[in-house]
């Protein structure tokens, strides 16, 4: 059974520090990787995708990389800024189904 | 990009009720919908997958006479919470995705609370 775990739970950074978050998986038999920001209350919204056989995607401040042998993914934000405040989700495809299994998520928190 | 609207995004109901939720993807047709169910400070549980013009598919220990899924056309689809109680209350999400590509796009989300 695939488990998605994020660590860590919680982080307060100041403004302007970059930072990683982590996201591990148990089966390494994914068919893609997403990382998504949430915000209280709201939906989500999908940063970035992964692919099976890709190793890393990049969209302005985020960078994610996904290394599957050994079962991790990390999302790089650089220079991060208060309105990067939220949830941050990874989640894990298993084969074309659509089915997506997700992490508990990473509150961020970014102090003007 | 795409656009699903959810709605309500918030609903208070008493005890033995039942709340409809829509899910509409605005500008693309979704041949499959997802609902998931989200608890504080936890992670999204997916429910059950739905195509459209076929019954939903339920994940293990979703009751699918309590949480009834319809998805009649391919831009709408609802979930039912029949005969709610306070336990059903969470935060249920809606996500779709069209026919073509693989980026599921959510729903804003809608919290339930049952009193």
């Known amino acids: 059974k695939q488990e998605v775990t994020q660590i860590p739970a919680a982080l307060s950074v100041p403004e302007g520090e970059n930072l990683v978050l982590n996201c591990s998986f148990t089966?390494?038999?994914?068919?893609?990787l997403q990382w998504f920001r949430q915000d209280p209350g709201k939906g989500l919204t999908s940063l970035l995708l992964i692919q099976s056989s890709q190793r890393e995607q990049t969209s302005g401040r985020l960078n994610a990389s996904l290394d599957k042998s050994s079962g991790r993914s990390t999302l790089y934000i650089a220079a991060s800024q208060p309105g990067d405040s939220a949830t941050y989700l990874c989640a894990v495809k298993r084969g074309n189904t659509g089915k997506l299994i997700f992490g508990q998520g990473t509150t961020l928190q970014v102090k003007p | 990009g795409a656009v699903v609207s959810q709605h309500p995004s918030r609903v208070i109901c008493k005890s033995g009720t039942s709340v409809k939720i829509e899910c509409r993807s605005l500008d693309f047709q979704a041949t499959t919908m997802f609902w998931y169910r989200q608890f504080p400070k936890k992670s999204l549980m997916l429910m059950a997958t739905s195509n459209e013009g076929s019954k939903a598919t339920y994940e293990q220990g979703v009751e699918k006479d309590k949480f009834l899924i319809n998805h009649a056309s391919l831009t709408l689809s609802t979930l039912t919470v029949t005969s709610a109680h306070p336990e059903d209350s969470s935060f249920y999400i809606c996500?779709?995705?069209?026919?073509?590509?693989?980026?599921?796009?959510f729903g804003s989300g809608t919290q339930l609370s049952v009193l």
């Open positions: 089966d390494s038999a994914i068919y893609n």
């Open positions: 996500s779709a995705r069209g026919a073509v590509g693989e980026k599921l796009f």
